[in-house]
């Protein structure tokens, strides 16, 4: 079945610093791809995400290629701040109708 | 009210009892569903609805009871549950079920611990 491997966390940068989540999945066919970020205390909300191979998800400075190739979805921002300390999920949608979800990974930013 | 609204955001309930979340979507979804989130798993797919109907049903024990009295509101009823089954229980809607674009709308969960 359909699976999603996500680095483990948690991840602790310093504000601005360079930011990478590897995400690579299994899937037959040509699954969508997501990211989901869950601040504390709230539900997930989509992040970004990318339909067909070679697309590029992007919001609030996060960006996410879609690599068939690898078969990865790796979440890149160039400068994190503090406000994006949260939890990250990275999901497919297959033409099963079915959100298959990662573990998530926590990201802690500090000053 | 906007969004998809759960409640209680926490429960604590001992191994007899019963209790309920509920949910409640004001997005005129059709689709609703529930997740349940625990620490270094994936989140698990337990139940979805569709205009009412359930069209999933994942496994789950039978001590987890889902009801959807509309496409508006859904409810898990909770009975004699296990200290397992303490996790993070997300409600989400979306559009229809199978509609080509995977997005959720998830609620900010209910923070279950059993004793």
């Known amino acids: 079945g359909d699976s999603v491997t996500q680095m483990e966390g948690p991840v602790t940068l310093s504000e601005e610093a360079f930011l990478t989540i590897n995400c690579t999945y299994t899937?037959?066919?040509?699954?969508?791809l997501f990211w989901y970020v869950q601040y504390p205390g709230e539900g997930l909300q989509l992040l970004l995400k990318?339909?067909?191979?070679?697309d590029k998800g992007s919001n609030k400075g996060f960006e996410a290629t879609y690599r068939k190739e690898t078969t990865s979805f790796h979440l890149e921002k160039g400068s994190v701040q503090v406000s994006d300390s949260a939890v990250y999920f990275c999901?497919?949608?297959?033409?099963?109708?079915?959100?298959?979800f990662g573990t998530g990974t926590r990201l802690q930013v500090t000053l | 009210e906007t969004g998809v609204t759960q409640t209680p955001r926490h429960l604590v309930m001992g191994m007899t009892n019963k209790k309920s979340l509920k949910c409640e979507q004001h997005?005129?979804?059709?689709?609703m569903y529930w997740y349940k989130q625990s620490a270094k798993k994936p989140l698990e797919l337990m139940f979805v609805?569709?205009?009412?109907?359930?069209?999933e049903n994942n496994s789950v024990p039978s001590r987890f009871s889902p009801e959807c009295p509309n496409s508006s509101h859904l409810f898990l009823h909770l009975h004699t549950l296990q200290p397992e089954d303490s996790a993070l229980y997300l409600c989400?809607?979306?559009?229809?079920?199978?509609?080509?674009?995977?997005?959720?709308?998830f609620g900010e969960g209910s923070r279950l611990t059993v004793l």
């Open positions: 999901a497919l949608w297959d033409f099963a109708s079915k959100l298959t």
């Open positions: 989400a809607s979306s559009q229809e079920v199978n509609a080509n674009t995977g997005e959720l709308f």
């Open positions: 990318a339909t067909k191979a070679d």
């Open positions: 609805y569709s205009l009412e109907e359930r069209v």
């Open positions: 899937a037959t066919g040509y699954p969508s």
């Open positions: 997005l005129g979804h059709n689709a």
